[in-house]
């Protein structure tokens, strides 16, 4: 009797250990039961699983690796198991389209990305014909997977297969936070879940160029809020069509809404910008226009304005960043296309608006999902593909650091000609006035006033010109005695 007791004692003891192992499993995150179901399928089936035509030599090797890289992703344990079959299933998809269309290649790796999946291939025998024919397979390869988008780029000795997921995996906001500092920003993560980073002070000019819904706003409110969190005193301006994305940044950035407040703040910058560039200082400025299109047709004189802050502003401390529907014409111009050194892009509505959009052809833009913050990270003409972060409200409201006072409104009765270091702008007088007046005379042929201008200089041109009037009228005759 005693030694049943004992018995069944010892196995209650060995199940609560069992029990326990599998909670703490569960809590890193590990997939438990993903890993048994591998092996099980492993060991049972593992003469069906040799005579399956794959991508890789070794089938029990290769889905051992992928239950260790899987594994180690941020996610859920049904995710895993998800992103398991995926992969699995379109290794041998893969292997067995291309042994139809008898292209000799093998697999050399497997990356996971938030958005992606990426199956690293490489010719087994380099040709041209093979090499043409497997990067026109685009939409084949997305037949064969069941899914979305499917881009092909070409690298040093292979091919990466970029693949988008059935599941997405959240941009830790902590990761990117760990990647800024100074100027250097973490606009999201790439392929291989690494933080994706850009230096602004090296870009006068950064776009975000995508159609509505598509989350180039998102992604520029996730860059401002790490950018502002690394740095308080960071000096912020939002030129906005609508202000319902941007009201968390209230406290810390000053949001423009009115275009007479425009008109204003560009008269201010402009002239401040050229005696940046005279005297330096250690300040610096993002000056952010959002929805550019819509501000365009409101304010056409801003273009003239980006144009000259976007190609000086890098070297004064100041930042131009702007969100748009396209590129063209109709949107900023050659102020966007010449000047943006740094671009965000998302999906684009056509083939033709994605080369005009990118500058550049063979980006593989149309071969993006739909899906909010899959983007291309186009620097100095290197391609990054990227997923962007989310950032709540209630994480912006926390941000420190106050919002730049408003001087544009505080100085609309001062003259920024007289200040050392400005150059003629589109905006205000010209600085050489005086100059004009005493060899032209006041008031002679003078063309009429830009409307930008300030009240006060079309009162003080006013002035002069009345005054100088007066002294020309000619001397009362003296009166003769008869």
């Known amino acids: 009797m005693i030694t049943a007791i004992i018995f069944f004692s010892l196995i209650a003891v060995v199940l609560l250990v069992v029990l326990i192992g599998l ?50 992703l941020p996610m859920s344990a049904d995710d895993k198991q998800q992103i398991y079959r995926f992969v699995m299933s379109s290794d041998e998809a893969l292997s067995k389209l291309l042994q139809g269309e008898k292209i000799p290649v093998s697999l050399v790796g497997v990356t996971y990305g938030a958005l992606t999946v990426t199956f690293r291939l490489r010719l087994r025998e380099f040709s041209r014909p093979n090499l043409d024919r497997l990067m026109k397979m685009e939409g084949l390869i997305s037949q064969a997977l069941c899914v979305e988008s499917v881009r092909l780029m070409p690298g040093a000795g292979w091919i990466d297969c970029e693949v988008s997921t059935p599941t997405r995996v959240a941009v ?25 980073t850009i230096d602004i002070s090296q870009h006068g000019l950064i776009a ?3 159609p509505s819904r598509r989350g180039k706003t998102q992604a520029i409110r996730t860059a401002l809020y790490l950018l502002k969190r690394a740095n308080p005193s960071l000096n912020i301006v939002v030129v906005a069509f609508k202000t319902e994305d941007w009201k968390a940044f209230g406290a810390c950035a000053t949001l423009i809404v009115d275009s007479q407040e425009l008109k204003q703040f560009q008269s201010w910058l402009l002239p401040t910008m050229y005696g940046r560039a005279k005297r330096p200082v250690t300040d610096r400025w993002i000056v952010v226009f959002d929805d550019l299109a819509n501000l365009l047709t409101m304010n056409p004189e801003l273009q003239a304005s980006i144009l000259q802050i976007s190609s000086l502003g890098a070297g004064t401390g100041i930042t131009t960043i702007i969100s748009t529907q396209f590129t063209g014409k109709d949107s900023g111009g050659v102020a966007v296309t010449a000047n943006a050194t740094a671009r965000l892009l998302f999906k684009p509505s056509s083939n033709m608006q994605g080369a005009r959009d990118g500058g550049m052809a063979g980006l593989g833009l149309d071969q993006l999902s739909t899906r909010k913050g899959d983007a291309l ?6 391609a990054t593909r990227v997923a962007t972060a989310m950032t709540d409200d209630r994480a912006i409201e ?31 007088l010209h600085p050489n006035e005086a100059l004009i007046e005493k060899l032209n005379g006041p008031c002679i042929a003078r063309k009429p006033l830009p409307r930008a201008q300030s009240s006060a200089a079309r009162r003080r041109l006013a002035k002069t010109c009345a005054s100088s009037m007066a002294s020309r009228k000619p001397p009362r005759r003296a009166s003769t005695a008869r």
Request: aromatic fraction near 4%.
């Open 398 to 428: 926390q941000l420190r650091g106050g919002a730049p006072v408003r001087e544009w409104l505080q100085d609309d009765e001062e003259t920024h000609s007289s200040r050392p270091g400005t150059l003629p702008t589109a905006i205000g």
């Open 377 to 382: 990270l186009v620097v100095d003409g290197d």
């Open 172 to 196: 830790s906001l902590d990761l990117l936070a760990r990647r800024t500092s100074g100027t250097t920003v973490a606009l999201g993560v790439d392929s291989s879940m690494q933080p994706a």
């Open 208 to 210: 975000a160029i995508a």
């Open 23 to 72: 909670k703490a499993l569960q809590h890193f995150g590990i997939a438990l039961p993903l890993y048994v179901a591998t092996v099980q399928a492993v060991n049972t089936n593992a003469s069906e699983m040799r005579s399956v035509p794959m991508l890789t030599d070794a089938r029990q090797k290769f889905a051992a690796m992928m239950r260790s890289q899987i594994n180690a």
